[in-house]
C-alpha cells in the first residue's frame, strides 16, 4: 500500500507540473482559514485540467492557535476526466491526521460508481452505512472542492450541484443564482448538506451548512474565488485566498 501511494503522488505531481501554460486549466491557490475572526490554518488547492483529464492535489493544515491546541492535516489526491463540463474521479486517495487518529482511504471508480479500495484503520459496520455500489454518479470530496474553488468563465459562476460519496456519507453541495457585486465581481450563496451515512448524533447536530462564494474578476472574462464566508460546527468561518 505504501508504493502505491508514492506511485499515486508521482504519477500526480507529473501531470501537475507538466502541464503546459497552454493547457485548458491551471489553477494554485491558498486561502486562510479563519474560524470566528481567529486564524484557524490554511487550505493549499493545485489543480490542472489537460485533454478530457484532471488532476488536483489538496492540502487542508491547522495553524495559528488552533494548531496549539490540536494539529490537524488533511492531504488528498484526485484524478478522473472532465468532459462536457463534468468531473468523473478514476481515483480519489485521501491521508488524515486529526491529531489523535491517522487515517487513509483510497477509492477507485468504474464507470462512475466508487469502490472503497482501503479504508484503515477499519470501521466496524453500523446501521445506516451505504454501499459504495449505489453511489454512481458521486464525486469525491477533493473534486467537489476544486470544482467549487478553480478559475470560471463569467457565464458559469455559481453555477454548481455536485453530489458527494467520502467512502461512508453521501452530501451534497449546491450553489444559487449570481449576484453582481460592485467591484464587478459576483457572489452566490450555497448549501452544503448532510444526506445518508452520518450518524444520528450528526444528523441532530447539524445537517445543513450555508456558505457565501465571492468572486473577483480575474481579466478575460475570468472570475477567480476571492473569499468564502461559511457556517462551520464551530461558528462562523472564513477561507480566504492570499
Excluded at 2 to 18: D, E, H, I, P, Q
Excluded at 88 to 110: I, L, N
Excluded at 133 to 147: K, N, S
Amino acid at each position: 500500500m505504501k508504493n502505491s501511494r508514492v506511485f499515486g503522488w508521482a504519477a500526480l505531481w507529473a501531470f501537475l507540473m507538466a502541464a503546459p501554460s497552454t493547457a485548458e486549466q491551471n489553477d494554485r491557490a491558498v486561502f486562510d482559514l479563519s474560524l470566528r475572526g481567529i486564524h484557524a490554518g490554511t487550505l493549499s488547492v493545485s489543480g490542472a485540467i489537460e485533454g478530457g483529464r484532471y488532476a488536483v492535489a489538496g492540502v487542508l493544515q491547522s495553524g495559528g492557535l488552533l494548531a496549539l491546541v490540536r494539529k490537524v492535516r488533511y492531504d488528498a489526491r484526485s484524478q478522473g476526466r472532465y468532459t462536457g463540463g463534468r468531473f468523473t474521479p478514476a481515483r480519489y486517495e485521501e491521508d488524515a491526521d486529526t491529531g489523535k487518529r491517522k487515517s487513509q482511504s483510497v477509492m477507485e471508480y468504474r464507470s462512475g460508481v466508487p469502490q472503497v479500495k482501503v479504508y484503515n484503520p477499519p470501521k466496524p459496520p453500523r446501521d445506516g452505512d451505504l454501499d459504495p455500489a449505489t453511489q454512481g454518479g458521486t464525486v469525491d470530496p477533493l473534486t467537489a472542492l476544486y470544482a467549487a474553488l478553480r478559475d470560471v468563465p463569467a457565464q458559469s459562476a455559481c453555477r454548481l450541484k455536485l453530489t458527494l460519496f467520502d467512502g461512508r456519507r453521501r452530501s451534497q453541495v449546491a450553489l444559487g443564482e449570481p449576484k453582481k457585486n460592485g467591484d464587478g465581481g459576483v457572489s452566490c450563496a450555497g448549501e452544503y448538506r448532510r444526506l445518508a451515512g452520518f450518524s444520528a448524533n450528526d444528523m441532530a447536530e447539524k445537517s445543513r451548512f450555508s456558505f457565501v462564494l465571492r468572486y473577483e474578476p480575474t481579466g478575460g472574462g475570468k472570475l477567480r474565488v476571492r473569499d468564502i464566508s461559511m457556517d462551520t460546527l464551530y461558528g462562523k468561518g472564513r477561507l480566504t485566498r492570499r
